[in-house]
């Protein structure tokens, strides 16, 4: 079945740089548009990137536009997020997630019907 | 961007309770509304997509309706395992929005 594993969360300073990472397995990876969503402590989601399947396309929230940068390696089934010029309100729980079904176009929109378990950053001094 | 008003923010309610939720967009989105649960210390769980379909093993006490701006998420009577926090998200623009969500608790 399908199954995502977030890694590389901890703890950074402000103006420092982190990764996170995806490992996808249960699925032909190559195939689908992934997303990167977060959620601060006690607070709402938050909808931080989206990358076509072949990775040409690549779209951020204005929140993180200009520092954070998505990736895929659809050789190693694998998502990363490099996350740059990190700020106190980057502090989140980090999911990637999967839409149910494949689209070829990179302006496919959809919900979001696989989650990770998700990756704690928090950013502080 | 579009964003997504959703409410109440909470409610009290009890076991078999019928609960309607409502979320608001700043423009139509075109039933690109998806409606998720979320337990604590757990990820998301998608319920239902295209404003009214059921994901796949979703119980058919959750239901969908709305069109243009307005949509609502149904839960024709409460279970216990259906206190969580609701969130509907628009996906008829790339940048993604959720509402802020709604906190079901049991009365």
């Known amino acids: 079945q399908v199954h995502l594993v977030e890694s590389g969360g901890g703890v950074v300073q402000p103006g420092r740089s982190l990764r996170v990472s995806c490992a996808a397995s249960g699925f032909t990876f190559g195939s689908y548009a992934m997303h990167w969503v977060r959620q601060a402590p006690g607070k709402g989601l938050e909808w931080v990137s989206h990358?076509?399947?072949?990775?040409?396309?690549?779209f951020y929230a204005d929140s993180v536009k200009g520092r954070f940068t998505i990736s895929r390696d659809n050789s190693k089934n694998t998502l990363s997020l490099q996350m740059n010029s990190l700020r106190y309100e980057d502090t989140a729980v980090y999911y990637c997630?999967?839409?149910?079904?494949?689209?070829?176009?990179?302006?496919?929109?959809?919900?979001?019907?696989?989650w990770g378990q998700g990756t704690l950053v928090t950013v502080s001094s | 961007d579009i964003q997504m008003t959703q409410s109440p923010s909470s409610l009290s309610v009890s076991v078999g309770d019928r609960v309607t939720i409502t979320c608001r967009a700043s423009?139509?989105?075109?039933?690109?509304l998806a409606w998720y649960q979320q337990k604590p210390g757990k990820a998301p769980k998608l319920l239902l997509y295209?404003?009214?379909r059921v994901a796949t093993g979703v119980p058919s006490r959750f239901s969908g309706t709305g069109s243009g701006t307005d949509y609502t998420l149904t839960i024709s009577s409460l279970q216990p395992e259906d206190f969580a926090t609701y969130y509907c998200q628009q996906y008829e623009s790339i940048q993604y929005t959720f509402g802020q969500g709604t906190k079901v608790e049991i009365k």
């Open positions: 295209a404003a009214s």
């Open positions: 997630a999967r839409p149910p079904w494949r689209c070829s176009s990179p302006t496919c929109y959809s919900p979001l019907d696989y």
């Open positions: 990358i076509s399947f072949d990775g040409s396309n690549k």
């Open positions: 423009q139509g989105i075109s039933n690109s």
